[in-house]
């Protein structure tokens, strides 16, 4: 059981304490298909322009703009240009080529008169009916990307358009951060896994597949250990093969009763523990440690804490792991829809759906009958924040939100 005299510490404090203790992972070669979602332990330079060539933005007319002076004009057809091909000749006075998009420009024309502005003129010749500014429709060589620019930096998340640009330097293999080993248990004495019809007494285990799921989606490599039952051997063994991992999730067992062993199971197994209570609403009784190069959550048993414990601070420690350069949770603000209440002296983690209208965010707070109530916070879009020093939110004013994604 908890030592009643544990200081409760807020949320901001704990936030630091879960950044100081959580270290990048060894970086590591990659290739780019298993790179979404880590962080790169690299500054990425661009090895060439890009364009490499002037090149075509759309389907036309390669021109030179001073022969549009007197529109309609008809040029005569040196050639036509495809992407991937190179301009056989240059263009002198009168001349024009067909061109397609992402075709080099050949030497001569200045512009791209668009097909859709000119009209067949007979065997090999064009008519145009409209003139063109020097420069119209052409992406010059190197206008977004120069030779040696640094394009992607150490600490970014790679996106879909990030793997795009390595791909477009030529990096098929990229550093990135180690992904971090998470191994997950669910103490309780009443648990019974979700293909089971719980007997008399006992309830099923729905915090292991959810935080499981939440830490794989931040790119966690998951190992469930599954139920632990209240009792110290059985404790003792899991945390003999979870603190094996880089980060070990415990859920229950940190509140004050007879039966919650996790604190004494960490301090026996030599965890050095930072944080005992939080004042935070829901999860007060989260506990948070480190053993070597293993950090522990010891989660609320109440599947709401637990997944707002995890959203608060577990997901912050896992994208410092990945080597993201900003780990914090992107925090947005919302125009709260109606009044909320609380008794001052914890931070508040509420579910709210959200609304967008007329350029705002708005969020309504969803009725819930607090942190065990799974179904109306599996409802929520977003966990919107009431400060401890607040005892109450009018409709209209802006909350911060942490989006639920
Ligand atoms: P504890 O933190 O162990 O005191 O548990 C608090 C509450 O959460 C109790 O009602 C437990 O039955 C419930 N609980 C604990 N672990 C889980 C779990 N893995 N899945 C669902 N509910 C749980
Ligand atoms: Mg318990």
Same mark, same amino acid.
């Given at each position: 059981m908890?030592?009643?005299?544990?200081?409760?510490?807020?949320?901001a404090?704990a936030?630091?304490i879960?950044l100081r203790?959580?270290?990048?992972l060894q970086?590591?070669?990659?290739? =780019?298909r298993?790179?979404?979602?880590r962080?790169?332990?690299?500054?990425v330079l661009?090895?060439?322009?890009?364009?490499?060539?002037?090149?075509?933005?759309?389907?036309?007319? $390669?021109?030179r703009?001073?022969?549009?002076?007197?529109?309609?004009?008809?040029?005569?057809?040196?050639?036509?240009?495809?992407?991937?091909?190179?301009?056989?000749?240059?263009?002198?006075?009168?001349?024009t080529a067909?061109?397609m998009?992402g075709?080099?420009?050949p030497d001569?024309?200045?512009?791209?008169?668009?097909v859709?502005?000119?009209e067949p003129?007979?065997?090999?010749?064009v008519?145009?009916l409209?003139?063109?500014e020097?420069g119209?429709?052409?992406a010059?060589?190197?206008?977004?990307?120069?030779?040696g620019?640094?394009?992607?930096?150490a600490?970014?998340?790679?996106?879909?358009?990030?793997?795009?640009?390595?791909?477009?330097?030529g990096?098929?293999q990229?550093?990135?951060?180690?992904?971090?080993?998470?191994?997950?248990?669910?103490?309780?004495?009443?648990?019974?896994?979700a293909e089971?019809t719980p007997?008399?007494g006992?309830?099923?285990?729905?915090?292991g597949p959810?935080?499981g799921?939440?830490?794989?989606?931040?790119?966690?490599?998951?190992?469930?250990l599954g139920?632990?039952?209240?009792?110290?051997e059985?404790l003792?063994?899991c945390?003999?093969?979870?603190l094996?991992?880089?980060?070990?999730?415990?859920?229950?067992?940190?509140?004050?009763g007879?039966h919650?062993?996790v604190?004494?199971?960490l301090?026996e197994a030599?965890v050095?523990?930072?944080?005992?209570?939080?004042?935070?609403?829901?999860?007060k009784?989260?506990v948070?440690?480190?053993?070597?190069s293993?950090?522990?959550f010891g =989660?609320?048993?109440?599947p709401?804490s637990s997944?707002?414990?995890f959203?608060?601070?577990? $997901?912050?420690?896992?994208?410092?792991?990945?080597?993201?350069?900003k780990?914090?949770?992107?925090?947005?603000?919302a125009?709260?829809?109606?009044?909320?209440?609380?008794r001052?002296?914890?931070?508040?983690?509420?579910?709210?759906?959200?609304?967008?209208?007329?350029?705002?965010?708005f969020?309504?707070?969803?009725r819930?009958?607090?942190?065990?109530? =799974?179904?109306a916070h599996?409802?929520?879009?977003a966990?919107?924040?009431?400060?401890?020093?607040r005892?109450?939110i009018?409709?209209g004013e802006r909350?911060?939100i942490?989006? =639920?994604?």
């Amino acid at each position: 059981m908890k030592d009643p005299r544990a200081p409760m510490i807020p949320v901001a404090q704990a936030l630091e304490i879960v950044l100081r203790e959580a270290a990048p992972l060894q970086p590591e070669r990659i290739p =780019l298909r298993e790179a979404m979602g880590r962080a790169l332990a690299e500054d990425v330079l661009a090895d060439a322009d890009q364009p490499p060539f002037p090149k075509a933005l759309m389907d036309g007319f $390669a021109v030179r703009s001073g022969d549009l002076r007197d529109v309609p004009v008809e040029l005569r057809l040196v050639e036509e240009i495809t992407a991937g091909h190179v301009p056989r000749r240059r263009i002198d006075r009168g001349e024009t080529a067909r061109i397609m998009t992402g075709a080099p420009i050949p030497d001569g024309a200045d512009a791209v008169q668009v097909v859709e502005r000119s009209e067949p003129a007979g065997e090999g010749k064009v008519r145009i009916l409209e003139k063109v500014e020097a420069g119209a429709n052409i992406a010059p060589k190197g206008c977004e990307i120069r030779v040696g620019q640094k394009v992607l930096e150490a600490g970014e998340p790679l996106t879909p358009a990030r793997i795009g640009v390595l791909a477009s330097v030529g990096r098929a293999q990229v550093s990135a951060h180690r992904l971090p080993r998470v191994s997950l248990a669910a103490t309780g004495d009443e648990l019974v896994e979700a293909e089971r019809t719980p007997p008399a007494g006992k309830i099923r285990n729905s915090n292991g597949p959810a935080l499981g799921a939440r830490a794989k989606s931040l790119g966690a490599e998951v190992v469930d250990l599954g139920i632990v039952r209240d009792d110290p051997e059985t404790l003792r063994d899991c945390l003999g093969r979870g603190l094996q991992g880089d980060l070990l999730l415990l859920s229950g067992g940190v509140s004050m009763g007879v039966h919650d062993l996790v604190e004494a199971a960490l301090a026996e197994a030599g965890v050095e523990v930072f944080i005992r209570k939080i004042a935070i609403r829901p999860g007060k009784p989260a506990v948070f440690g480190r053993k070597g190069s293993c950090l522990v959550f010891g =989660l609320p048993g109440n599947p709401v804490s637990s997944l707002v414990i995890f959203e608060v601070l577990a $997901a912050v420690a896992i994208r410092k792991m990945l080597g993201w350069a900003k780990p914090e949770g992107e925090l947005v603000e919302a125009v709260l829809e109606e009044e909320v209440r609380q008794r001052a002296g914890r931070t508040s983690y509420l579910p709210g759906r959200l609304r967008f209208e007329g350029g705002s965010i708005f969020v309504q707070p969803i009725r819930s009958q607090g942190s065990a109530d =799974l179904l109306a916070h599996s409802r929520a879009d977003a966990l919107f924040i009431v400060p401890a020093d607040r005892e109450s939110i009018s409709a209209g004013e802006r909350v911060r939100i942490l989006l =639920l994604t």
